[in-house]
């Protein structure tokens, strides 16, 4: 047998190689028989084996070997041969990451059970979808079907049966010979380019060209030559610090362009900062700044070692962690940050410290990460200074276009899902949509020639929610096709003139609570339960061992094509999974990262304030906000201790870890918490006067802040409709009154001309408050102060 599969394997790699493109061998049998072919295989390819990677839990063969869980290892490098294990289990993003990493002309290789019992096989990422009060024979395998359809059904995949030693396809194309390196380009070096024509002479595609010129603009030259052009009035938009953001699919080139960029910027003498999720991740980077100075002659390197390089004319290229980079930004004269989706947005945020910056970002790929990227960061760099140039790479560099690997690699893990376009839901509106649940063994029924249109309307609803939310993964897809606690629900268009209907907005849903008493008392007792965050938060944070005995379902993700939004159908879609769940469940609940527009988007549909995170998410660089819309007398009782405890504790929390949260969302999630956490205000007569003096009198603030907080945390609660306040004289409330800014910060962000000035503003914004709320003794003090 071992020979038959040897023979496809170098049928195939001379394909890739004529090709420039990638193919797949499927090894689907016995594992120990995978192993031995593979070697087999492995051993009579040309291919080296320091440029062969085992992506696996043993260290089996000669080669370099990373379990799934370290495949992030691979991004942004290129490997001639990768061979997965996928007997134990297959971790769906790591298997996105390591399609992408494979070189044109190259081979990845699958060991797999056999294809018919493979869906039967339940790995670790099966158990991690088994969440409490699911087992194990809960979770569906309609992701792993899906996937061997496509590896049955897509070009470029040989299959061999191990077990009954045949070739159920070679995957061979018989592609006519083309021409491989059809790649040269029109080089577009810029008129007035800074850097050498060396620089652009190494580019490989016309994209790649372009986006090492738009990464001129993170020269200190380009900076400057500005500066010296423009008189010394000129406007502050010469002096605009400049941000790059390259994007691409896998293999385009873009840690090459920015790798070219550094060296040239280097042999200019700058100094450039490299950063990257991981070191490994910018060796293509390096390899690309170095290279250059052999066609540079007048310089040379002076110094190199792993990751960092010294030119003749005082330049230098230093990779450094994320971490470390932001903590040294001072030094540089730019900085370039690399698979910049993969790092956390806080993170990225403060890179825009630094004045000259690129981030170089996967659009499709290892996680759809970079739709994330769009979706958070873009508003960050759209609210910083810099001038933002982007540019996008579309030409395939690592393998040719068209490569059918990729091809089936976004098919198969649907990293090109997009939502439909904007003509076919413009018309959707809450009276013409449709609600339906999304059911996920009809979607993977019929994946190959797609009659029924439910691939379509699997692709539409997870193109939705990749570009709504940050980090929607191929784990994602695999959890919704197959995880026993999450269900779909969408809204449909009216039937178009081919009589399909297409999704205007999903709602992602899971079901949590209702655990056993064993369960909660473990969560109570710090032990980790999987999924139910709600309950988990609530039980084990906020100490409540009662918390996840009512059964709710969570909102996990909710999203309306943006060419429909603001129509209603985003309340819509939560109204009528209202109608359907109310009368089952005790409460519908959500979590997201908290912003204004989004705080009021769920209190406007009925959902109620329970908690604000301490810390920010990491991904969404949000605090994330809890709320809870109780459907029965139990929900109810959960979410009315749960309102009235975060009431109590939101002072506490202003002061602490909520001190630096946008005094915006403060005011919002304090709006949306419900007014059954209201108790009477209770305050002294003494804190009366106080209160009244400062509103009315010499009284101050600072002498004594409790009252004052008590207060206006139930102005914001309560939020009475004759109390007409500023938003800016709200905004000072929040950031003065609750979280204990400085004066003088306070002054300067709310734009008062002095303290005195916003000391003065903030006695005014008390004074319809003490009118409001203040008893006789604060009545008498007013009285006393008020201008005749
Ligand atoms: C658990 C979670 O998933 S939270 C994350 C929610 N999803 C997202 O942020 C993805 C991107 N955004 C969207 O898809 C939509 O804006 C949704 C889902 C938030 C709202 O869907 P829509 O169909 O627009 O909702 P609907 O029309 O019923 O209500 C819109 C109201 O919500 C509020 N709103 C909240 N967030 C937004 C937003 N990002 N854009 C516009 N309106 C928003 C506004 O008050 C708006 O009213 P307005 O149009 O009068 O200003
Ligand atoms: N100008 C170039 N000269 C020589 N080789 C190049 C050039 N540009 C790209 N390559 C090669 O093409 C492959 C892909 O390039 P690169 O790693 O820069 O792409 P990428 O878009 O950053 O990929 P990934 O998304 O996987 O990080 C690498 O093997 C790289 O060495």
Same mark, same amino acid.
């Given at each position: 047998m071992d020979a038959v599969a040897v023979d496809l394997a170098n049928s195939l790699f001379e394909e890739a190689q004529q090709t420039n493109e990638r193919r797949l061998l499927v090894l689907a049998g016995e594992r120990e028989r995978g192993y031995e072919t593979l070697a087999s295989v492995l051993e009579s390819l040309p291919i080296p084996i320091t440029a062969t990677t085992l992506v696996g839990p043993d260290d089996r063969l000669r080669c370099e070997q990373l379990p799934q869980s370290n495949a992030s290892e691979l991004l942004g490098t290129t490997r001639d041969a990768i061979a997965l294990d996928a007997h134990a289990g297959l971790r769906p993003n790591a298997l996105g990451k390591l399609v992408g990493a494979v070189d044109g002309g190259g081979l990845l290789i699958f060991l797999t059970p056999s294809l018919d019992e493979w869906p039967t096989h339940r790995g670790e990422f099966a158990q991690s979808l088994a969440v409490p009060p699911y087992s194990l024979s809960d979770v569906t395998s309609n992701f792993k079907r899906r996937l061997i359809d496509t590896l049955r059904a897509h070009r470029g995949i040989g299959i061999v049966d191990l077990e009954a030693e045949r070739i159920v396809d070679s995957g061979l194309t018989e592609p006519s010979p083309k021409l491989i390196d059809s790649r040269r380009p029109d080089r577009a070096q810029p008129p007035d380019g800074i850097f050498p024509t060396a620089v652009y002479e190494a580019c490989l595609t016309a994209d790649q060209s372009d986006a090492v010129a738009t990464l001129e603009s993170i020269d200190p030259r380009s900076a400057s030559s500005v500066e010296e052009m423009q /008189? /010394? %009035?000129?406007?502050p938009e010469s002096h605009r610090p400049s941000a790059v953001v390259l994007e691409a699919d896998r293999g385009r080139g873009k840690s090459s362009a920015a790798g070219l960029a550094a060296g040239a910027m280097a042999a200019a003498g700058h100094s450039v900062l490299v950063t990257a999720p991981r070191s490994r991740n910018v060796s293509e980077l390096f390899e690309r700044a170095t290279a250059l100075y052999e066609a540079l002659p007048e310089v040379t390197v002076t110094d190199e070692t792993p990751r960092h390089l010294e030119t003749s004319t005082g330049g230098r290229v230093q990779y450094l962690e994320p971490t470390e980079a932001t903590a040294r +930004?001072? /030094?540089?004269?730019a900085v370039i940050v690399d698979e910049a989706a993969a790092l956390p947005v806080s993170r990225l945020e403060s890179? +825009? %410290?630094?004045d000259r910056v690129a981030f170089a970002t996967t659009i499709h790929g290892y996680e759809g990460a970079g739709r994330g990227f769009s979706v958070r960061f873009r508003d960050r760099l759209a609210d910083a200074e810099h001038e933002v140039v982007e540019r996008t790479l579309l030409e395939p560099i690592r393998y040719a276009g068209g490569d059918p690997i990729e091809v089936w690699a976004f098919n198969a893990l649907l990293l090109d899902a997009r939502p439909p376009v904007e003509s076919l839901v413009d018309d959707a509106r809450p009276e013409t949509v449709e609600y339906r649940r999304i059911e996920p063994s009809e979607l993977v029924s019929n994946t190959v020639d797609d009659t029924d249109g439910n691939e379509r309307l699997l692709r539409e609803a997870f193109g939705l929610l990749v570009l709504a939310h940050y980090r929607t993964t191929p784990d994602d897809l695999a959890r919704l096709l197959d995880a026993p606690n999450l269900e779909a629900r969408a809204l449909l268009t009216e039937p178009d003139a081919a009589g399909s209907r297409h999704v205007a907005s999903v709602a992602l849903l899971a079901r949590e609570g209702n655990l056993s008493a064993e369960t909660r008392r473990t969560m109570y007792e710090g032990g980790r339960v999987r999924g139910n965050m709600l309950p988990d938060v609530l039980t084990s944070q906020l100490r409540d061992e009662a918390a996840a005995s009512p059964s709710g379902l969570r909102v996990v993700r909710i999203a309306t094509h943006h060419a429909v939004r603001s129509n209603g159908l985003g309340s819509h879609v939560l109204e009528c999974i209202h109608d359907e769940f109310a009368d089952s469940l005790d409460w519908l609940g959500t979590g997201f990262g908290a912003t204004p527009d989004l705080l009021s988007f769920w209190r406007e549909n009925g959902y109620r304030t329970v908690h604000l995170s301490t810390t920010r998410n990491e991904a969404s660089g949000e605090h994330s906000a809890l709320m809870l819309a109780p459907t029965s007398d139990s929900g109810r009782t959960l979410h009315d201790r749960h309102a009235e405890w975060f009431a109590s504790r939101v002072q506490a929390l202003c002061t602490d870890s909520l001190a630096t949260l946008e005094p915006d969302t403060v005011r919002e999630a304090l709006r949306s918490v419900d007014n059954c956490a209201l108790t009477s205000l209770g305050l002294s007569a003494h804190e009366w006067r106080l209160l009244a003096a400062a509103a009315y009198g010499p009284g101050l603030f600072d002498v004594d802040p409790g009252p004052f907080r008590d207060l206006i945390v139930h102005y914001f609660v309560e939020n009475p409709p004759n109390i007409e306040l500023t938003e800016r004289e709200e905004r000072l409330l929040v950031e003065k009154g609750l979280q204990a800014r400085d004066w003088e910060t306070v002054a300067s962000r709310l734009e008062y001309h002095s303290t005195g000035q916003c000391k003065r503003a903030l006695g005014d914004a008390i004074r319809p408050l003490v009118d409001h709320y203040g008893t006789d003794v604060a009545r008498e003090v007013r009285e006393r102060f008020r201008d005749p």
């Open positions: /008189p /010394p %009035e000129s406007t +930004l001072e /030094p540089w004269d890179f +825009l %410290e630094a």
